[in-house]
């Protein structure tokens, strides 16, 4: 099994372009989490869903937007980019009984110029 | 709302015991949980108290107490690739959100 699968693994953007970020999961998990990841910052929730077709807002979620369609993908999107969305960013997923179990994916390094 | 704090940095040698604090304010949630990432890598599950006390997972343990709003993860005889940040996290039971506390960064010295 793949586990969690983040594209792209980098990406350079320049300041004011938009992007998607794609997580895909294989382990029919309910529970999918978008965070983001900065030097002294820890791990901060994006965006989540618990379920195929839901959404919901986490800590930092300004700037950012996330589609579940299927409930295998994640999708995150950037509509504007700016300098202070360079992160690595991680995508994440558990089932709903053992929903304090995340698997995370690789993380996409991402920089805007 | 949730917080979550770590001490940023503890170091320690080969063979040793290290104790990684986490003391929390929320309001109500499911448990505690601990990750462990190397550098350059994902954060992975290492252990998860849904009830107060000692849990135990080979060298490491983890101990959660909710009436005093604290948990901490133990490392017994530390090897190298035990350098890692290590994260602990709780899950709100109003809104399902899982919150990251900041971090602590483990350097095991030969």
């Known amino acids: 099994n793949a586990g969690v699968t983040q594209t792209p693994k980098f990406r350079v953007l320049k300041t004011g372009q938009s992007m998607t970020l794609l997580c895909a999961q294989d382990m029919n998990h309910e529970y999918m989490y978008w965070y983001r990841q900065d030097p002294g910052m820890g791990l901060r929730l994006i965006h989540y869903?618990?379920?195929?077709?839901?959404?919901a807002k986490g800590e930092v979620p300004d700037g950012y937007n996330v589609s579940r369609l299927k409930k295998q993908n994640f999708l995150l999107g950037l509509e504007s980019a700016a300098p202070s969305q360079t992160s690595v960013y991680f995508c994440?997923?558990?089932?709903?009984?053992?929903?304090?179990?995340?698997?995370f994916g690789a993380g996409s390094r991402l920089t805007v110029l | 709302g949730q917080s979550l704090e770590q001490p940023s940095e503890v170091t320690a040698v080969e063979g040793a015991i290290v104790q990684i604090n986490c003391t929390y304010q929320t309001s109500g949630f499911y448990g505690l949980s601990w990750y462990q990432q190397h550098d350059g890598g994902a954060p992975t599950f290492l252990s998860y108290?849904?009830?107060?006390g000692l849990e135990e997972t080979g060298r490491f343990s983890s101990f959660l107490s909710r009436s005093d709003s604290y948990g901490y993860l133990l490392l017994q005889e530390l090897q190298m690739k035990d350098s890692a940040s290590y994260f602990c996290?709780?899950?709100?039971?109003?809104?399902?959100?899982?919150?990251f506390g900041t971090g602590t960064r483990l350097q095991v010295f030969p």
């Open positions: 108290n849904a009830l107060d």
């Open positions: 869903s618990v379920g195929e077709g839901t959404t």
């Open positions: 996290a709780v899950r709100s039971h109003n809104t399902d959100k899982l919150i």
């Open positions: 994440a997923s558990s089932p709903r009984s053992g929903a304090n179990v995340l698997t």
